[in-house]
Nanobody
Framework: QVRLVESGGGSVQPGGSLRLSCPTS?????????IGWFRQAPGKEREGVSA????????YIADSVKGRFTTSRDKAKNAVYLQMDSLKSEDTAVYYC?????????????????????WGQGTQVTVSS
């Protein structure tokens, strides 16, 4: 059973930044998998925000956060990050990281929930003045 625990959520004012972390120590460096970041606001469906492929480091970003959010990995620290800058009130949501044992080739595939097998418990991000 894979266990993911996100960290780094919190409260920030509009325009601020946060960085979320997702551990990858349970996976081998040559495994085929993708780490996705998703969010769910109250009353809304869960949506894909970004993803990164372990195979080649390709990243995928949703149009709604493009230019503000970036995802990266640190193999030495066994972690994947979601850097969130220029945060807006509409970014308020519970953010989840998830792992899927596949190699994404399109943004649609990478940011869809169906291919992801294990999910973290989520971390709250609140953007408010």
């Amino acid at each position: 059973q894979v266990r993911l625990v996100e960290s780094g959520g919190g409260s920030v004012q509009p325009g601020g930044s946060l960085r979320l972390s997702c551990p990858t120590s349970e996976f081998n460096s040559d495994d085929v998998y993708a780490i996705g970041w998703f969010r769910q606001a109250p009353g809304k469906e869960r949506e894909g925000v970004s993803a990164i492929s372990n195979v080649d480091g390709s990243t995928y970003i949703a149009d709604s956060v493009k230019g503000r959010f970036t995802t990266s990995r640190d193999k030495a620290k066994n972690a994947v990050y979601l850097q969130m800058d220029s945060l807006k009130s509409e970014d308020t949501a519970v953010y989840y990281c998830a792992v899927g044992f596949f190699r994404p080739y399109t943004t649609t595939e990478a940011l869809g929930t169906v291919r992801y097998d294990y999910w973290g418990q989520g971390t709250q991000v609140t953007v408010s003045s």
